[in-house]
């Protein structure tokens, strides 16, 4: 029996691990792959405090080597399903059932892919899911970005304060973000939109160097030279394993405590519901969740 289990290991998981130990919480980190965090797929990060410029792939290891050396447990792992027994949580996994007083899920969320050749080869090579990671890298040159939502145009518009030239390329012939968003869009000169298109490959050798475009109308076929592509078709939360209250896309509803609608059970990270899916919100996150969770682990413990 552990105090508490923390589903997930990229920046809220340890973070609320590092917390959680130094709350003398006996505190075990469940993770399934080797390297964690979406983070750990960016080039460079130079938004995070304390690290002018860092590859995303360092930055996780430095929080894995802070988290061991503070005493955090790492069990290399794959949780199916979590099970709600009241005063205890059972988590089951491949390597079978471990039990907490408390839970923290911090399982992230993966971008949704457009599953066309060419997006994971050259993934950190001119292929992104996030303007404001990799953004400044594109400095006077040429971007698309892929979708229509509130989240393709708001990093249309960042793309459009850095790069020469932004293209928009959405499936249908109108956006689906808010009026407010696409009345900035419109009205930024250097941002232009390619309606009733689809991206159908990303080429390039070492770095992006053009996409194959389908009109979905005409059939018509094209390709276009481009610097970078930055998709934003969606975003899927890793959170099947756990039934708690969720959003009807399955991220975790949470209080500002981070509680879920199951005592005992938090949420951090991408995978809950929040406005901003960035490293320093995670962390935040993470810090708060173990608060938290160290307050219900107490509570419980003493009415016991």
């Not at 457009?114 to 899911?129: D, F, H, M, N």
């Not at 698309?144 to 959405?170: E, M, Q, R, W």
Request: charged share 25%.
């Amino acid at each position: 029996m552990y105090d508490l289990i923390i589903i997930g290991g990229g920046p809220a998981g340890l973070t609320a691990a590092i917390y959680a130990v130094r709350y003398g919480l006996d505190t075990v980190v469940l993770e399934k792959n080797v390297v964690s965090g979406q983070i750990a797929t960016a080039q460079r990060v130079e938004n995070y405090p304390g690290f002018p410029s860092i590859s995303g792939m360092e930055l996780m290891q430095n929080f894995k080597v802070h988290a061991e050396q503070a005493g955090v447990i790492i069990q290399n792992t794959n949780v199916s399903s979590v099970r709600d027994e009241g005063g205890k949580k059972v988590v089951i996994s491949d390597d079978g059932e471990l039990e907490g007083l408390a839970l923290i899920v911090a399982t992230g969320a993966n971008p949704k892919r457009l599953g066309v050749a060419g997006e994971s080869e050259l993934l950190t090579k001119g292929v992104s899911y996030c303007a404001t990671c990799d953004g400044p890298f594109f400095a006077g040159q040429e971007v698309i970005v892929v979708g229509g939502g509130d989240s393709a145009i708001t990093d249309a518009l960042i793309l459009a304060d850095i790069a020469d030239k932004v293209y928009v390329i959405h499936r249908r012939d109108e956006l689906r973000a808010c009026s407010l968003l696409q009345k900035r869009a419109f009205g930024k000169e250097n941002i232009s939109f390619i309606w009733d298109t689809a991206v159908q490959e990303i080429k390039g050798r070492d770095l992006v160097e053009k996409v194959v475009l389908k009109n979905l109308k005409t059939d018509d076929i094209t390709e276009m030279k481009i610097d970078g592509v930055f998709i934003y078709v969606g975003i899927d939360p890793n959170t099947s394993m756990v039934d708690v209250d969720k959003t009807d896309v399955g991220f975790i509803r949470t209080d500002e405590r981070l509680k879920s609608s199951v005592d005992g059970i938090f949420a951090a990270g991408d995978c809950r519901r929040t406005s901003v899916w960035q490293v320093v919100t995670a962390v935040s996150d993470g810090a708060v969740a173990a608060i938290s969770a160290h307050e219900y682990i107490t509570s419980l413990k003493s009415d016991n």
